[in-house]
């Protein structure tokens, strides 16, 4: 009977490891070209958020700068984070961010990151708001305090675009499906995740209503069509 010696052992088992590594080089490779290609769709069809208009109706913004890389932790594709007055002196954050592989978004809800910033949620609720337009928007409400100095309190308005559908629920797309990268040849595959918030409930809630309609024109709706123009990025919305 034939025996493989140590040293036949050794290149057989190199061999195997090779082989290995070449194939799964190539499955890597295979895999990130079409996520390329996914996002790339979703690139050409959405209009980047910087043209997103800096006057609405009563509302004056002005861009927030962060050491934090946004894009890299949340592995999306583009993104807005936008402080809004009134000269009454209500004011809102706005953040709104899109991904054409909604996997990545999954631990980016507000349960968690305000959480990881020492927050405590005091309330979260399931609601809805309608829109200038007279859209209904399902959201989920959240009220959060500071357990340290003040004790400020902050509600935050959280709500996801999934594929041009509006959903409160990130459940939706947290199933093994969406887990696995998607046909390139399907209809576009994304999520985008607007989060509206301030110290004032009243004030998140009446930004919510007047820039929700013009938020959701700048994604790709349920036949892959954007509704918003570049020429409002140079317009006042009155």
Not at 10 to 18: D, G, P, Q, Y
Not at 172 to 196: C, D, H, M
Request: contains cysteine; hydrophobic residues 35%.
């Amino acid at each position: 009977m034939f025996l493989l010696s140590d040293k036949n052992y050794f290149w057989r088992t190199w061999i195997i490891a090779f082989a290995f590594l070449v194939g799964t080089g190539f499955v890597y490779r295979q895999a990130r070209a079409r996520e390329s290609l996914i996002e790339s769709k979703v690139s050409i069809r959405t209009i980047p958020l910087k043209h997103f208009p800096i006057n609405i109706y009563k509302w004056i913004g002005k861009d927030i700068s962060m050491d934090y890389p946004i894009k890299e932790a949340t592995g999306s594709n583009d993104y807005l984070l936008r402080l809004y007055k009134t000269e009454n002196g209500q004011w809102v954050h706005l953040y709104i961010t899109y991904c054409s592989q909604p996997r990545n978004m999954l631990g980016h809800r507000p349960e968690v990151c305000f959480r990881a910033s020492g927050w405590n949620i005091l309330d979260e609720e399931k609601t809805t708001f309608t829109t200038t337009s007279g859209k209904t928007i399902p959201c989920i409400k959240y009220l959060f305090e500071k357990p340290v100095g003040l004790r400020d309190e902050f509600t935050v308005l959280n709500f996801y675009i999934l594929n041009g559908r509006l959903t409160e629920d990130h459940k939706e797309f947290s199933g093994i499906k969406w887990r696995r990268l998607a046909n390139p040849k399907e209809q576009v595959r994304y999520v985008t995740q607007i989060q509206i918030s301030s110290s004032n409930e009243e004030a998140a809630i009446s930004a919510a209503k007047e820039m929700s309609d013009l938020i959701i024109k700048f994604f790709p709706d349920e036949q892959g069509q954007v509704k918003a123009s570049l020429a409002i990025s140079s317009n006042n919305l009155q």
